[in-house]
């Protein structure tokens, strides 16, 4: 192996450590989404296996009853204007601190799908006002906005739901059978808290992120915020008295720090995963502006609308793409694997199917 690819290895070890992908693993939902901070959420599967993949003992299930029973978690537009899975502890400071650069943008949208700020006015107060008898569904609560004569059609209802999102109004609460429902946000959680300063959310920004994505640049914590380069460098400034610098310009959290956020025990050893299956969407992905590290040159995993697929990941690398149909799971890999890598990961295909409560068709 050249210098440079020790080097590139080392770098996935230490990133994968971060993400509870190697060491000792999470023993609950919370822990996993309290760690990694927010979970891209827009995959209902993608984020439950993302759960999976850095905790031992849990299933879909698990996530559900944190999501519905528990309120534990929930799912809201945050960074980037994606959907993300957050603790209902970080939620309201997430959301002052990320949503307010995505208003512009939703306002936009909303005349572009030719909902006029007026209709756009009465469709949120419909929707406040259905919630208000419990959740719903993104169908019934169409059906709501229809009746008031307010246009839905096309993704107009999508950027109603958006615009009552990013005022801090609703939020998706519980599992109504397959459906993630709405709920009425200070119904669901209660009266929002007093908030810190912005630049103490900054800081606590940084190095929460840190704590599940070291190492990593001001830019990376940019891109994964979707806050600016600014901002970024602000939050990293506030807690520079935690923060080991390194030789390629990125930085760690150091000492006790690197292991506060939600890990169950101290950090792990460096050392690449074994291989595993990873959902759609996985963090890892994610939280870096070059996911480089981990795909290479690999293409095909994200698509050019924007979808990333489930993959698999061996020492370190993306190695093949996966799907779930009829109860099966089927490997698409990108080259030839060995045969042992072969043998671990339908051992893991047959875990994910159990996680995920798939019953397997009968032989």
Same mark, same amino acid.
């Given at each position: 192996?050249?210098?440079?690819?020790?080097?590139?290895?080392?770098?996935?070890?230490?990133?994968?450590?971060?993400?509870?992908?190697?060491?000792?693993?999470?023993?609950?939902?919370?822990?996993?989404?309290?760690?990694?901070? %927010?979970?891209?959420?827009?995959?209902?599967?993608?984020?439950?296996?993302?759960?999976? %993949?850095?905790? !031992?003992?849990?299933?879909?299930?698990?996530?559900?009853?944190?999501?519905?029973?528990?309120?534990?978690?929930?799912? /809201?537009?945050?960074?980037?204007?994606?959907?993300?899975?957050?603790?209902?502890?970080?939620?309201?400071?997430?959301?002052?601190?990320?949503?307010?650069?995505?208003?512009?943008?939703?306002?936009?949208?909303?005349?572009?799908?030719?909902?006029?700020?007026?209709?756009?006015?009465?469709?949120?107060?419909?929707?406040?006002?259905?919630?208000?008898?419990?959740?719903? !569904?993104?169908?019934?609560?169409?059906?709501?906005?229809?009746?008031?004569?307010?246009?839905?059609?096309?993704?107009?209802?999508?950027?109603?739901?958006?615009?009552?999102?990013?005022?801090?109004?609703?939020?998706?609460?519980?599992?109504?059978?397959?459906?993630?429902?709405?709920?009425?946000?200070?119904?669901?959680?209660?009266?929002?808290?007093?908030?810190?300063?912005?630049?103490?959310?900054?800081?606590?920004?940084?190095?929460?992120?840190?704590?599940?994505?070291?190492?990593?640049?001001?830019?990376?914590? %940019?891109?994964? /915020?979707?806050?600016?380069?600014?901002?970024?460098?602000?939050?990293?400034?506030?807690?520079?008295?935690?923060?080991?610098?390194?030789?390629?310009?990125?930085? /760690?959290?150091?000492?006790? %720090?690197?292991?506060?956020?939600?890990?169950?025990?101290?950090?792990?050893?460096?050392?690449?995963?074994?291989?595993?299956?990873?959902?759609?969407?996985?963090?890892?992905?994610?939280?870096?502006?070059?996911?480089?590290?981990?795909?290479?040159? !690999?293409?095909?995993?994200?698509?050019?609308?924007?979808?990333?697929?489930?993959?698999?990941?061996?020492?370190?690398?993306?190695?093949?793409?996966?799907?779930?149909?009829?109860?099966?799971?089927?490997?698409?890999?990108?080259?030839?694997?060995?045969?042992?890598?072969?043998?671990?990961?339908?051992?893991?295909?047959?875990?994910?199917?159990?996680?995920?409560?798939?019953?397997?068709?009968?032989?």
């Amino acid at each position: 192996m050249t210098a440079s690819g020790a080097g590139l290895t080392g770098l996935t070890a230490e990133r994968c450590r971060a993400q509870l992908l190697t060491g000792p693993p999470a023993t609950a939902v919370t822990s996993v989404v309290r760690h990694l901070l %927010a979970v891209q959420g827009q995959d209902p599967r993608g984020f439950r296996l993302s759960v999976r %993949a850095r905790s !031992t003992g849990l299933t879909a299930a698990a996530v559900d009853q944190a999501l519905s029973v528990d309120r534990s978690v929930l799912v /809201s537009t945050l960074n980037r204007g994606t959907l993300h899975l957050v603790c209902a502890e970080d939620y309201w400071w997430l959301h002052a601190l990320t949503t307010p650069p995505l208003a512009a943008t939703s306002t936009r949208r909303l005349g572009e799908e030719k909902v006029p700020p007026g209709d756009a006015e009465r469709a949120v107060a419909e929707v406040v006002t259905a919630l208000a008898g419990g959740p719903m !569904t993104r169908a019934q609560l169409r059906e709501r906005v229809d009746r008031i004569g307010v246009r839905t059609e096309g993704q107009a209802h999508v950027h109603i739901l958006m615009a009552a999102t990013l005022r801090g109004l609703i939020v998706r609460g519980p599992m109504l059978g397959a459906d993630h429902a709405y709920v009425l946000t200070r119904d669901w959680l209660g009266a929002p808290p007093r908030l810190p300063d912005r630049e103490v959310m900054l800081a606590e920004l940084a190095r929460r992120y840190l704590a599940g994505h070291s190492p990593a640049s001001d830019r990376d914590l %940019a891109k994964w /915020s979707g806050l600016s380069l600014g901002d970024a460098r602000r939050g990293l400034s506030g807690v520079s008295g935690l923060l080991a610098e390194r030789d390629d310009g990125l930085v /760690s959290l150091a000492g006790p %720090a690197a292991e506060d956020g939600g890990q169950d025990g101290g950090p792990g050893p460096l050392a690449l995963p074994p291989p595993r299956l990873h959902g759609s969407f996985d963090p890892l992905l994610h939280g870096w502006a070059d996911r480089s590290f981990v795909l290479g040159a !690999t293409t095909g995993i994200v698509t050019s609308n924007g979808v990333f697929r489930p993959f698999a990941l061996v020492n370190g690398q993306a190695v093949a793409i996966w799907s779930l149909a009829a109860g099966k799971i089927r490997l698409a890999p990108f080259a030839p694997l060995a045969e042992a890598d072969e043998a671990v990961l339908a051992a893991d295909a047959d875990a994910v199917l159990d996680y995920l409560g798939v019953r397997r068709p009968r032989a």
